[in-house]
């Protein structure tokens, strides 16, 4: 079965500091990657995804995320953070593009000082 | 509509009783699932659609819960003599078909039960 884990259960930050957010998961095939934002008060919205290619992806509002086969790992990186950046990050796996199960981790909460 | 839709966004209940909560994906999304999310924990599978037809029901904690979606869009997500720990925010996302294979999900219906 497939598994998510996120290292950090919550992570504060100042403003302008960088953000690395940790994320590995157990399947041995092959997945896609996908990395989900919860701003407070709204509903889960995808941030970026990897299918396949560059292993460096990027997705909206200047994240980037890094695909490490190797190491089961997908982490989520901003260069530097802003205070609307406040929210909860879920990284999530899907073993097979079309309908299958997608697990996703017990989320990271980002708060970000101004 | 223009995103998916789940109601009601909020449903108190008493233990014992019997709850319907309601989501109506975007239109022409073919795929439907269902998630729960407890306090500080990640979105828990339930239940996916494909169509009409139940393609995996692994998640379902038990048989006091029960989905259906008879046409093809509108899914009811059941839950039969409720009980104080099913409370939690119930979350229904929909997918396309093709490999954008992202998830849109909806605002979630909150469920306590007393």
């Known amino acids: 079965a497939q598994s998510v884990s996120q290292h950090n259960h919550h992570v504060i930050l100042s403003e302008a500091a960088s953000l690395e957010l940790g994320c590995n998961y157990s399947?041995?095939?092959?997945?896609?990657l996908f990395w989900y934002v919860q701003y407070p008060g709204q509903h889960l919205q995808l941030l970026l995804k990897?299918?396949?290619?560059?292993?460096l992806v990027k997705g909206i509002k200047g994240f980037e995320a890094e695909f490490i086969k190797s190491k089961f790992s997908f982490n989520l990186r901003k260069p530097s953070v802003q205070w609307s950046d406040t929210a909860e990050y879920f990284c999530a796996v899907n073993a097979d593009n079309y309908g299958q199960n997608f697990v996703f981790g017990p989320g990271t909460r980002l708060s970000v000082l101004p | 509509g223009a995103g998916v839709s789940q109601t009601p966004s909020n449903k108190v209940t008493e233990k014992g009783k019997y709850v319907e909560l309601r989501c109506d994906p975007i239109s022409g999304h073919t795929a439907l699932y269902w998630y729960r999310q407890s306090l500080g924990q990640g979105p828990e599978f339930l239940i996916y659609f494909q169509g009409t037809g139940a393609a995996d029901d692994s998640g379902l904690p038990n048989d006091r819960f029960f989905a259906v979606r008879p046409e093809g869009s509108v899914s009811t997500l059941k839950i039969q003599r409720t009980e104080r720990g099913d409370s939690a925010v119930y979350l229904c996302?929909?997918?396309?078909?093709?490999?954008?294979?992202?998830?849109?999900f909806g605002e979630g219906s909150r469920l306590t039960v007393l």
């Open positions: 990897y299918f396949s290619g560059d292993p």
């Open positions: 996302a929909s997918k396309g078909q093709g490999d954008t294979g992202e998830l849109f």
């Open positions: 399947y041995g095939g092959t997945v896609n």
